[in-house]
């Protein structure tokens, strides 16, 4: 897996990137220049080539610092290089994510990777194209406008033929990249655009060392936290010796409030955990809001505004007599990002350096965090990412790595591993925040939307590390550090604000983002941020002005657009779903689009449900949906996580809402916080992904969120008849919106 | 000593008899298909084959299973020769993190040792215990159909090698 320093150095014929040889990037980077601004992607703050590209006699490998999440993006971050590198995507090697081996790219999140890593390998590969072209030009004297590259050669029309690895020599691909590099032509599409199998998937279905849980370094021992029953609490005191004599175990690791145990074996360091925990006396407080009465509190808390747009009158009194107001208030509470495998990491300090094998999205910002924690200079700290369990945003990875970091130093020269328990992970990840939206709407002639007040109310959406102040377990340390107070993030990507502006046409319009800084419960990033609830709101909003104003919602959608791709994935979803010519049969249709941080891919999704009226349960029965990702790179990649996302906001938005009482997290579980199961899959999902060859990449991961949820609420409004605005749209919320409506 | 037959073969193993069967094949013998998930037996993703029937492997002590037929994800198949269902899980590229899949795979393999020919039905119902976070759902379905075609074919094709229990498919 990896190449030895000793094997680059002696590499013949090798490019020698000093880059790579150690934890030193920032030093062996040149200087950045005003020029690098002008760069496309990630060229911007990794200028250099060789940074992004290796190619000697064991063959080309391109370098990533985006992390495989279980997205795809190495199989197509592999077709990117190899379109441009005219070579089949089998001839490239990728390493990904390590900090003594890759650029930095600060996290994989926010949809970036194809934008920033994608954009970044495409261009260095066709400029390292033409530089092959030029040296095999320079040697065989011959016009280079008729040399061609092709399967990993320079190809002369005479029929010469000259291997890239012969081309190359020392430093050929040490040089800055440059603007404008000649891309290959989007018409003549050999790698991308064709879904090409993910290069991952089978390790993982042969049951391979596929995920940061099968690694196991020689001389692994395994840890355990204990972790405080509730957010605030402090260990008061804990009988440590009987736990010393349990079977295998090799120590106990007290720091303040922080408790671990080490053991032999991975099932001896459970068993002593849980005797531990049994053995701690803890303080603690009653710190969480009444969560029966969260949104009344929510909109009470301390906050700042930011605005976000305003344009036109949009307070204005009513103008002509055929106006019609309407106000809504829709919500979500705490989401999980509930990662199937529990967050794991794996530290050895040896020799006074310190190594973190991690399933991160970030090893640069979490090197960082790791050597404030530690007392270490970053020179002498590694991150290296390896798979985990999907995250789907900020969860315990970062602090599972803290985790082992702490207990490693206390053991120097032994590899430490913890995984964590299934309560650890449901009750310590940071939360996506409770969100609630209020919004007023004026329909004006022909039921167009002429006036929009729009205010959201949110925590921040990322408290990603940052420092180590960020990573939780310093938080219970003797040494105990508190994190840095939050700051919205900023527009136009945003955070409780993503999306919070509809793509809309509407002459008057106000938009404010309520920003609430005191975070009861720990919140962070999770796939799609503040846009999840966001578009939610406009979204079923959009629905409501569309039945008052009696428009089809589709057609509304569309006569308040002028974007042709955004009409496009409409047009084309209500058309594979068959929208006009729907007939209701007990069931309901709903729709929803949105353009992903009004920036990234654009998204519309039609769904169809039918409604138990007794128990109150939604069935979701077909979902078709339309995605325009700008260039698709690989497209059953994409459908992949449209399906994903549609079917994980149906899950977000059917049952889940993480439940507390006044001190302890109480959602422990998947009993205490059911998700969806196979049951509960839509019969058919169909997405059609709308290929833009020659246009930018587009992040798509988190596009399906906001529009599933709302599509979802729609379709519940046409087959019930009653609208619900609070999230999760459980059984027994739709009976009791049911019971109301009979009563009135 | 506790004798454990895995994958076709014996093993002895010095773990506890109140071990659960995963501790002992991810730690003591080193295999990776069985992940940790949730120790509780709510999400499947530790599910492996006792004889024909799928199993929570955090819930079973090793001590109550000695002489019966253990079989995880490596004994389907190989690189060079993927199980049926396995293969059929690559293509049609049911998987995205993939940390549930060798459990779903598991709980696929012996719902097709026990019923030829499943409907859609009682694919959802014998894969209702394991929880996908990811949302591939609807791959996996359709990779365990595939699967049940796949043996059809197989099966009505009358060759040689053609098996009606997991165990029989190890290599």
Redesign the interface.
Known sequence: MSVSRRAILSGGGALIVSFALGPLPARAQRRRSSADAALPGSLRSSPMLDSWLRIDARGITVFTDKAELGQGIQTALIQVAAEELAVEPGAITLVAADTARTPNEGYTAGSHSMQDSGTAIMNAAAQAREILLGLASERWQQDRARLKAEGGAVVAPDGRRIVYSGLVSGRTLHVSAEPGAPLGDPAHRRVMGRSWPRIDIPAKVLGEVAFIQDVRPAGMVHARVVRPPSYGARLRSVESAPVLRLPGVLSVVRDGSYLAVVAQREYQAITAMEALARAARWEEKASLPQQSRLFEELVEWPSRNVPVAARGAADAAHGSPVERTLEAEYRRGYLMHGSIGPSCAIALFDDGALTVWTQSQGVYPLRNALAELSGLPERRVRCIQVEGSGCYGHNGADDAAADATIIALKLPGRPVRVQWMRSDEHMWEPYGPAMLARVRGTLGERGNIVRWEYEVSSNTHSTRPGGARELMPSWFLERRLSPAAPEPLPLPAGGGDRNALPLYRIPALKVDYRFIPPMPLRVSALRSLGAHLNVFAIESFLDELARAGRSDPVELRVRHLDDPRAIAVIRTAAERFGWRKYRRDGRGKGFAFARYKNLAAYLAVAIEVSVDRHHGAARVLRVVAAVDSGEAVNPDGIRNQIEGGILQALSWALFESVTFDRTHITSRDWASYPILHFTDVPGAIEVVVLNRPGQPFLGTGEAAQGPAAAALANAVADAAGVRIRALPLTAERIRAALAAARDT | MISLLVNGRSVEVD??PH??LL?VL???L????A??????G??G?CTVMVDDAAVFSCQTPIADIVGRRIT???GL???QR?GVV?QA??DE?A????????GM?MRAQALIGRTASPTDDEI??A??P??????????I?RAVRRAVCARQAAATGGGPGVSSSAADELS
């Open positions: 773990d506890d071990t659960p501790y991810r730690d003591t080193q295999l990776n298909g992940k940790f998930g949730c120790g509780l709510q999400c993703a995880t994800v490596e198949g190989t690189r993927p396995q899980f690559i590229q998987a995205q993190c993939g940390y549930c899949i060798a795979i959802r119902a894969l209702e394991n929880l996908c976070r990811c949302g591939t759902h609807s791959r379905l």
